[in-house]
């Protein structure tokens, strides 16, 4: 008998806790609040260089414990889930393993084990919750977190609100306003999925009750970028909720969303500035196009390996000082996800995160018919793959979106058709 089975039977065996479930969730949530960088980040770190924060470092061994703890508790679960979704931990790895090239090699592996960790937590909700649970327990974090956001602004404006750039604008519990538009956005789509799950007629109001709360936040963030997030966060849950009433409505959602794509795409080639205006955003997308065509000159010189996980930017008299002298401004980031990836851990690694998101959105995609899961599933990741064109939010250490993007991934992956929920109603 293996190890893994002799645990199973004496777990079996073992007395039934009935508040272990709850003390459990408790954990998970703890770990969700944790990485969404809420409160804790703006206290304790400077959003220019937030990895230069010691006591900021100090918080994620603790949460690294945890997530290494929960994991211990069900390794079998948390094993098939590794072995099901193995490309998207594959692409995690490569990260730590870009030390072995990496221009800064200790950079590298201390930011590559944080994007292990934070992806190791992701699984373990994959390997714990089934989709319902998953998505409340989510939906649960943003309500804390819009709560905490709407107490910020309203009763503390000299922190929840933005002070010398952008003054007026909505920061909530994080640096700027950005950062509270788009959770806030994810939280709309959360808020929307957990009704959709939600067993209960009661339980069903209380999440659409948030709904406006969430966009409302956004609304006072006043991130255009955010307006898009929250249209698709709003769209998405609804169009699917109709292709679901017959052919008829079917075929209608089908058609809008082909003629909103074609239309979309007609406005990029033959207009694109009147979108841009729309979205608060000049013909470079505010230098946007600047920084990734040095970049692109950056790859094409290390086009297999890249320069290693997290460190092409961390020195700016190094190969980002050709980036910064093209531009005229000290480049944080390269402000695509793609790109960045690119940069890290060369071609092949990009390829690998864009076979691995392909291959989840078509799973969702694949569960268009039924499935509690597509409510959250298809739109986050429809609308995530919009937002990486312009933001590097892809194996990000430590990162909220991170999280969700590998739980998500790796539940879909885990998954087997005919084990899924019971379809939407």
Known sequence: MSALARAARWRAAAPRLTVWPVFEAGLALIGLLAYSNALLAPLLADPARPDDAEALRLVWPPVYALTLFLMALSPGAVWRVVMRAWPLVA?????????????????????????????????????????????????????????????AGALFPGFGVMQEVHPGAWRGLWWEKNTLGAMMAWGALAFLAAAACAPAAAERRMWFALVPLAVLLVLLATSRTAFLAAAI????????????????????????????????????????????????????????TDIWAALVRAIAERPWTGFGYGAFWDDERGPAFWVIQATQWPVPTAHNAWLETALAIGLPGAALALWVYLAGLARAGSRLAAGLETYWALPFLAAWGVISLSESNLLQQNGFVWLLLGATLAKLAADRPQRRAHAAP
Request: aromatic share 8%; net charge positive; no cysteine.
């Open 91 to 151: 692409l995690a790895l490569l990260t730590m393993i870009s030390a072995l090239w990496s221009i800064d090699p200790e950079v590298s592996v201390r930011r590559g084990l944080a994007v292990v960790m934070t992806l190791a937590f992701g699984l373990w909700l994959a390997a714990r919750y089934d989709w319902p649970d998953l998505i409340r327990l989510i939906a649960l974090t943003f309500a804390i977190l819009a709560a905490g956001s709407l107490i």
């Open 233 to 288: 966060a709003l769209g998405g849950p609804a169009a699917i909720a109709l292709s679901r009433r017959g052919f008829g409505f079917a075929a209608l959602t089908a058609f809008g969303a082909t003629a909103g794509a074609i239309a979309l795409a007609a406005v990029l080639m033959i207009g694109p500035a009147v979108l841009l205006d729309m979205l608060g955003r000049d013909a470079t997308l505010t230098g946007r």
